[in-house]
């Protein structure tokens, strides 16, 4: 009865031991708050808020919305209305010859 009871402690220690938790990794981006400039390790150039590095075109894009392969580069800040005018006039010209 002794054993049993000793047994039964040694099985309660081990089993309420739990291993540690890792430390969930921080990356140095997530330290940055939205003011702060950052260095681009592929272009190897100062890199602004809110801006992304583009594979294709190899530079840095300042507020890059998206990569459009019709007009084979990246949306971004500087050429955003050719895109929007890109879209209203492929818009206007199918409506154009739907009539």
């Known amino acids: 009865l ?4 000793a047994n039964n402690d040694n099985a309660s220690s081990t ?7 890792p430390i969930p ?7 940055l708050t939205p003011t702060e400039w950052s260095y681009c390790r592929f272009s190897k150039q100062p890199k602004p ?3 992304h590095y583009d594979h294709v075109t190899k530079s840095l ?3 890059m919305d998206h990569y459009c392969p019709w007009m084979f580069n990246c949306v971004g800040y500087f050429n ?5 005018n890109f879209l209203f006039f492929t818009t206007t010209g199918l409506f ?3 009539m």
């Open 2 to 5: 002794a054993a049993r009871a």
């Open 25 to 31: 990794r921080i990356h140095n981006w997530q330290l």
């Open 49 to 51: 808020p809110r801006s």
């Open 80 to 84: 955003y209305r050719y895109f929007v």
């Open 96 to 98: 154009y010859g739907a």
């Open 15 to 21: 089993n309420t031991t739990q291993q540690p938790q």
């Open 61 to 63: 894009v300042l507020n």
